[in-house]
């Protein structure tokens, strides 16, 4: 963790009632990480998640707290730091931004209702790399979760394009294209649209050459008979 000035600013400022841990602020994400993390995390499976090692769901709750960016004192901060205990709230959170994700990688419609809360712009930070210049007050942390990404998707529009769905039929998962031209989400996706393309290729001229000899053969024993063929699909 950094040595940031105004957390041992607000470490003085907050006394030693506050609880340490919640006052000292992570590091904010880069700019350039937050999309691709959003994604990452919208596709958190939280059985996964909650079966897997023990640091996972700490690490991911610091990189939550990362990229929301709360000021120590937001009441927020405290909910966030609580997620750790509450694997199921998390579930909540991810399946809101895989909400937004979908709509963003279809190119339709979201609309959510905040429910109440406040906003404040500190134009100090408008510009900067690290801290945002908003900041949000006593909204509910799915609406902070919500409000966010909304705002780093219509900030960032042209990389935002780059979040779509794997063109691959048996996963349109939601994923981060590297090149803009990406249309599978790995190359275990791309590989298997290959393999079944080529199947399905191969197998359509592999009937066509077996209907042509069950036509020769049911021609050389009764010439001009027409021969129907049942359409067949191929997988
Ligand atoms: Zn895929």
Not at 39 to 65: C, H, K, S, W
Not at 71 to 84: G, I, M, R, T, Y
Not at 90 to 100: C, E, N, S, T
Not at 104 to 122: C, H, K, N, P
Request: net charge positive.
């Amino acid at each position: 963790m950094d040595a940031d000035p105004s957390v041992a600013h607000k470490l003085l400022r907050g006394g030693g009632k506050r609880d340490q841990a919640l006052s000292i602020r992570p590091k904010s994400m880069a700019k350039k990480d937050i999309l691709p993390w959003l994604v990452q995390f919208a596709r958190t499976d939280v059985r996964e998640l909650a079966a897997g090692p023990p640091g996972d769901i700490p690490n991911l709750v610091y990189r939550l707290r990362s990229w929301l960016d709360l000021e120590p004192d937001e009441p927020l901060s405290a909910e966030v730091q609580k997620l750790e205990g509450n694997v199921s709230q998390i579930g909540r959170l991810i399946a809101a931004m895989r909400g937004l994700l979908q709509t963003v990688a279809d190119r339709t419609r979201f609309e959510v209702r905040y429910r109440q809360g406040g906003v404040i712009l500190d134009s100090s930070k408008l510009g900067t790399e690290g801290g945002r210049a908003l900041s949000y007050r006593d909204a509910t942390l799915r609406d902070a979760v919500l409000r966010v990404a909304l705002d780093d998707i219509y900030e960032n529009a042209q990389r935002a394009l780059r979040i779509k769905r794997c063109a691959d039929s048996q996963c349109r998962q939601i994923f981060f294209a590297e090149r803009p031209d990406q249309t599978y989400c790995d190359h275990t996706c791309a590989n298997r649209t290959a393999s079944r393309r080529y199947r399905e290729r191969h197998g359509r001229e592999r009937a066509d050459q077996a209907h042509e000899r069950y036509k020769a053969s049911i021609h050389e024993r009764q010439a001009g008979a027409v021969v129907r063929r049942i359409p067949r699909k191929y997988h």
